[in-house]
């Protein structure tokens, strides 16, 4: 490609080389010295393509056991900032039969995540450098009659400090710099280098099990995006100007959410068709504008102004002044493109519209608003506030103390999290909009843990928790603050129905100077001593219950303040029965809101 991006007029443009050429150039001479005493200078090589560039030598050194030979990196006209850098191979011995192995030296990363071609615990040095290298190693073996098991350890000085320029820390590319190339020639402006960094980073976020990356034009759209989503560094994709290189490669490598930020005239771009929305390579129409001005029904000489105007800014400002939704349409159309060329591969997309400062302008969002709502659940009212929501974007979380919990719709998980720092992990992971802990009043743990990660990553929090049962006339309720006190209540001699849930039944047991029977959900793995099992799960009604405790000769009924109707039977039956119930009280609730019904914790989330 010839043609410059500010569409200057086109000028052949230098070629360079890319640092796997010049490493291998480097460990071209190091090895022929290791072999022969001498470094060849300038060095020749050979490319993927066949073709047989000469490198001079910026660096020679010759240690009894090692030769090291050194290029400084010349680019080209590619913009690139390794431009300058000296790339030096030092090779010595291996052990007999190894073959080529490689090691990173000074400013060479290694690889610590899944998803790029070297696996982590390896030197950053690309697959194709390597291959070059080993060819190399091996036309030079064949002709001085050596085995070839050697190791070259690439170093590129100063590299930690370039590589924080380059993608690599999102790459998980930790100490410095990759080596990389495919056919070893840096085509200038062909911006290849970038494309396939986006392609790298998709490739880490789908193998980190990633579901939602985003696409920025540029760093305040990032920062923005990061305002809004907080997703990991590693869910973070340079776009840049190529939209299309990022599109086309989703459609090959789904990731199920893609948002796509960016400023007006960037995304107005995209909005008109164009994938690649570098100045040089498209262009803002001023009549497209207009239309969808008038199509907003925007004011007549605002509509005709916009027609001359001189950038897409200044004609969102003046939409903005008249309160047309000009940046939500322009977002919509932008989420209608990428869509196109997504082509129903399983990515959604949401596209977000800043202005300069990298506020909200337009926005326009997943399918079922893009929110992703953590239910804690584990109760009869966060299944059914899953089902209000129909399962869109909602996760369930359930402790996994059920064996078969009722179906739900949407997500669900099973099991902890790690206690605040797992669960706070977890926001960020699964970019996680609002938590809705809705787990039993008396599970005080996770509601704690829940409070604590919503502070810690600002998450909007709701506890939905029903309210709690209230003394009636007739009821002989002795209220106990804890399992402890509700064991202590119980009179010696007394017949015992527990429902307290299978955790508690252990310190019942040591009362045996009474007799229990005890209701559970699932029977424990082991029998408790002294306690009679059976099992039931609401909704319970009122008949069956004073049947079960006259059919048992139940004098005290043990119970925590669960609220809610479901359970709510057994309190009526031993009202009439005039049996006494040891109602344990609830630990108190975190800070923050609570609502008492399910509908109300929908509102609260359509609200948002
Ligand atoms: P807890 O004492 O508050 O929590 C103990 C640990 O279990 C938490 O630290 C957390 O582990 C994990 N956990 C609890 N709820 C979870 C959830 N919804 N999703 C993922 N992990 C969860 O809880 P609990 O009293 O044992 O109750 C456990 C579950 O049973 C809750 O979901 C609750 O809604 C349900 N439940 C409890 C009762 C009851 O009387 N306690 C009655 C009916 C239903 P990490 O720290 O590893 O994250």
């Not at 932008?334 to 082509?343: E, F, H, I, N, T």
């Not at 209220?479 to 508690?504: K, N, S, W």
Request: proline share 6%; charged share 20%; glycine share 12%.
């Amino acid at each position: 490609m010839t043609d410059k991006p500010d569409g200057a007029p086109n000028r052949p443009l230098r070629r360079g080389w890319t640092t796997g050429a010049c490493a291998t150039a480097a460990a071209t001479a190091a090895y022929t010295a290791l072999l022969t005493g001498d470094f060849p200078d300038p060095v020749t090589i050979r490319l993927p393509g066949g073709e047989t560039p000469a490198f001079a030598l910026a660096w020679e050194s010759k240690g009894g056991a090692e030769c090291s030979a050194g290029v400084v990196k010349d680019a080209g006209d590619d913009p690139d900032v390794t431009h300058g850098a000296l790339i030096i191979a030092t090779v010595r011995r291996g052990e007999a039969g190894s073959g080529v192995t490689f090691r990173a030296g000074e400013g060479v990363g290694m690889v610590t995540k899944e998803g790029l071609p070297i696996p982590p615990g390896e030197p950053a040095i690309n697959p194709v450098p390597r291959r070059m290298m080993a060819e190399a190693v091996a036309g030079l073996a064949a002709q001085f009659g050596d085995a070839g098991d050697v190791v070259i350890e690439v170093s590129v000085p100063g590299g930690a400090e370039i590589a924080q320029k380059t993608w690599n820390p999102r790459l998980g590319i930790v100490g410095g710099l990759s080596i990389l190339g495919t056919t070893g020639i840096v085509v200038p402006f062909s911006c290849s280098a970038w494309i396939h960094s986006i392609h790298r980073g998709i490739d880490v976020a789908r193998a980190n099990g990633f579901d939602h990356v985003a696409g920025s034009t540029g760093s305040t759209s990032e920062q923005a995006v990061q305002r809004i989503h907080g997703l990991s560094e590693l869910a973070l994709l340079d776009m840049g100007d190529f939209a299309g290189g990022m599109l086309k490669y989703l459609r090959r490598n789904p990731v199920p959410r893609v948002t796509i930020a960016g400023g007006f005239g960037k995304l107005t771009k995209l909005a008109q068709g164009f994938l690649d929305l570098h100045s040089g390579r498209s262009q803002v129409d001023f009549t497209w504008l207009s239309d969808r001005l008038a199509e907003l029904g925007a004011p007549a000489e605002l509509v005709e102004e916009a027609k001359g105007a001189n950038t897409a800014n200044q004609v969102l400002t003046r939409a903005v002044a008249a309160g047309v939704p000009l940046a939500d349409l322009v977002a919509a159309r932008a989420r209608a493109v990428a869509l196109g060329v997504l082509d129903d591969c399983g990515t959604d997309v949401e596209v977000l519209v800043f202005d300069r400062k990298g506020g909200l302008e337009g926005r326009a969002g997943f399918e079922g608003g893009g929110a992703r709502v953590l239910i804690l659940g584990g109760t009869s009212d966060a299944a059914a506030l899953a089902r209000g929501l129909s399962g869109v974007g909602v996760i369930t979380s359930l402790a996994g103390r059920t064996k078969a919990p009722a179906a739900l719709p949407g997500e669900v998980r099973v099991g902890g999290f790690g206690g605040t720092e797992g669960l706070t992990a977890y926001l960020e992971e699964r970019g996680i909009t609002a938590v809705v802990d809705a787990t039993h009043p008396f599970a005080a743990t996770i509601s704690r843990h829940a409070e604590a990660a919503c502070r810690l990553r600002p998450t909007p929090r709701l506890m939905l928790a029903r309210l709690a049962w209230d003394k009636q006339p007739g009821d002989r309720w002795i209220e106990v603050d804890d399992m402890a006190a509700a064991v202590a209540a119980i009179p010696a001699g007394a017949r015992v129905f527990l429902t307290v849930g299978r955790q508690e039944l252990a310190a019942f047991a040591n009362r045996t100077d009474a007799w229990m029977l005890a209701r559970v959900i699932d029977l424990p793995e082991q029998p408790v001593a002294g306690v009679t099992l059976v099992t039931g799960r609401g909704p319970f009604d009122l008949e069956a219950e004073r049947a079960l405790l006259v059919e048992h000769g139940i004098t005290v009924v043990v119970a925590k303040n669960s609220g809610g109707t479901a359970s709510y039977p057994k309190l009526a039956a031993a009202r009439e029965l005039n049996i006494p119930v040891i109602m344990v009280r609830r630990p108190a609730l975190p800070p923050g809101e609570v609502v008492g019904t399910v509908e109300d914790a929908l509102d609260w989330l359509k609200r948002r």
